[in-house]
């Protein structure tokens, strides 16, 4: 058996591609919010279910500017327990985060923690739908709107997941999405943030391209984060192949759910009811196991399976904030446990029944 990775890219085939930028060569135009770049927002919207979308060149981007739009200056509730680029958005940014325990079983922010947090300081919160389990939308949109406090979820996991026919594009006042290679949809590297109104919309837009409004006009100042024409065109091929995808995906987990369902000491994540996910990530809590799980990691890789310590170590016990802002990986004692137990194990559309059970018996035995 060769290796096999934690995930592996989405891709259509090379011909339905080449036949997708065929005109490129014909129009030149490469960038700046070309034809496959507006063909792509138009599909999304369409797709997401949602009013107003822009594209990005990469989610963390997509973060940045969205966290720029909403003008904050503060501290911002969020988790430790999510990819570096939600931490770092938001200290770029400068602002101060503010980290909430999560709950054990969906590993998302507890909103039973959040109140206990806002000060005079808060401006905002910013959750993280986490392995694509949406976070308790309606109890922290509650305490939102009780403080008069925005939401701007990082929906990174999160594409294509629905809650009795809702998108996670349309809860909070935002959504940021990531098309990374490594995401359920990708565009190579993308992005796209989700708004409520047409005023924020323009605002993403302006800090996107330079803040440009013509070619004699740049009435505010903004940067570079604009998604190119050949990652649109991606994104339009892989988006013909999604739900295919994820049906794949889909039957990866439920095969993993059969070997590992009831074994004591590990847990599997479970879908709740009137959720449509979309199967970005297999985690397995190791708790309680005869191996822990960094020793289960180990012996994984002699048999060249990688899988992945996700999210492990939490933001807030990274070295780059050691003696800066005082976080302290205690305070959220949940999220540290989990941290320390999880792995995530290899998920993607091709990835065999036959390879899924070599995973499988290698953890049971």
Not at 139 to 165: M, S, T, W
Not at 260 to 282: D, E, H, K, M
Request: aromatic share 10%; net charge negative.
């Amino acid at each position: 058996m060769s290796v096999i990775n934690v995930t592996r890219s989405s891709m259509p085939d090379f011909e339905e591609y080449c036949a997708e930028i065929r005109e490129l060569w014909d129009s030149h135009w490469l960038t700046n919010m070309g034809v496959k770049h507006r063909t792509l927002e138009a599909q999304l919207q369409s797709y997401l279910g949602c009013e107003y979308l822009t594209l990005f060149t990469n989610g963390h981007l997509a973060l940045e500017n969205v966290i720029e739009a909403f003008d904050l200056h503060g501290e911002i509730i969020t988790t430790p327990f999510t990819f570096a680029s939600t931490t770092h958005a938001i200290v770029r940014c400068g602002c101060t985060p503010v980290f909430c325990d999560i709950d054990p079983e969906s590993f998302t922010m507890d909103p039973g923690k959040i109140e206990a947090l806002i000060t005079e300081n808060t401006v905002a919160i910013l959750p993280v739908h986490v392995y694509g389990n949406l976070c308790d939308v309606d109890a922290i949109d509650a305490i939102a709107k009780k403080h008069g406090l925005p939401v701007i979820y990082d929906a990174a996991h999160a594409f294509a997941v629905e809650r009795n026919g809702v998108s996670a594009a349309n809860f909070g006042d935002a959504a940021m999405f990531s098309f990374h290679a490594t995401k359920v949809f990708n565009t190579i590297e993308g992005g796209a943030v989700c708004v409520r109104n047409a005023q924020m919309l323009q605002r993403l837009c302006d800090l996107k391209n330079f803040g440009i409004h013509g070619p004699e006009s740049t009435p505010f100042v903004g940067g570079n984060a604009k998604m190119n024409e050949f990652c649109a065109a991606m994104g339009i091929c892989n988006l013909r192949h999604l739900d295919g995808e994820i049906e794949k995906r889909r039957a990866v987990a439920e095969r993993y759910d059969a070997a590992l369902s009831g074994v004591p000491g590990l847990r599997i994540n479970r879908v709740p009811a009137g959720v449509r996910f979309n199967y970005a990530y297999y985690p397995v809590v190791f708790d309680g196991c005869k191996y822990s799980r960094d020793e289960v990691f180990d012996l994984l890789a002699e048999k060249d399976i990688i899988a992945r310590k996700y999210f492990y170590p939490l933001t807030n016990a990274f070295e780059c904030y050691h003696g800066r802002h005082g976080f302290d990986p205690a305070a959220t004692p949940v999220a540290a446990h989990i941290a320390d137990r999880v792995l995530t194990l290899p998920m993607y559309a091709d990835l065999s029944p036959e390879v899924v059970d070599t995973i499988c018996e290698t953890i049971l035995r």
